[in-house]
């Protein structure tokens, strides 16, 4: 009788707890994958562009020219179509705060785009941008497959405070951050293809 009680009671607790335990695993596993993996034909969140792009960015691979002081880092990643296949030739379209979070609209300053490789891979040598007032850390980007739709997004910084009073703030475009090597900040792109 008395090992039958503890059995239900048992029972009854693993009942309880499975869904606690599901919702701990899911969020465990939302923490291990910032950028969510390429399914179920779910392009990359759009974003408003903002008041500050500029078209016509130069066309480069790092916006660290002379001048430009900051944290290094390099964004790095694959764009793909929402059938998860790389997509070569498509722009990524960068622009950017500098570290005092101010953009140049008089020159090109931090701005620059470049054409993925035939892997789909884009890669970028920048600074970290600074902060400026009402937003949290980030980048501004616009990604186009070959005479498709534009996506116009932006890229976040894990961790960074300001993440919870920015409005605009989306945890799905937050950047893989990686201090090996060098600070890398990894990020894939699904768009229209
Ligand atoms: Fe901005």
């Known amino acids: ?91 990524v379209d960068f622009w950017q705060a500098d570290a005092s979070g101010h953009y140049d609209n008089e020159g090109y300053r931090l701005r620059g785009h470049q054409f993925t490789d035939a892997d789909g891979k884009y890669r970028l040598e920048t600074i970290v941008p600074g902060l400026y007032p009402g937003r949290t850390r980030h980048f501004h980007v616009r990604v186009q497959a070959p005479h498709r739709s534009l996506l116009t997004t932006q890229l976040y910084f894990p961790g960074e405070p300001e993440n919870r009073r920015d409005g605009i703030f989306n945890p799905k475009l937050l950047l893989d951050l990686s201090e090996a090597g060098g600070r890398t900040g990894r990020f894939d792109f699904v768009v229209d293809a």
């Open 1 to 91: 009788m008395k090992a039958k009680g503890l059995t239900r009671r048992w029972f009854l607790a693993a009942v309880a707890t499975a869904p606690l335990l599901w919702y701990f695993a899911k969020a465990f596993a939302a923490a291990l994958d910032p950028t969510p993996a390429c399914a179920n034909g779910v392009e990359t969140p759009e974003q408003t562009p903002g008041p500050f792009f500029k078209p016509r960015s130069p066309e480069r691979r790092s916006l660290r020219e002379a001048g430009v002081q900051g944290t290094p880092i390099v964004l790095e990643g694959i764009v793909r179509s929402t059938r998860c296949q790389p997509v070569a030739g498509a722009l």
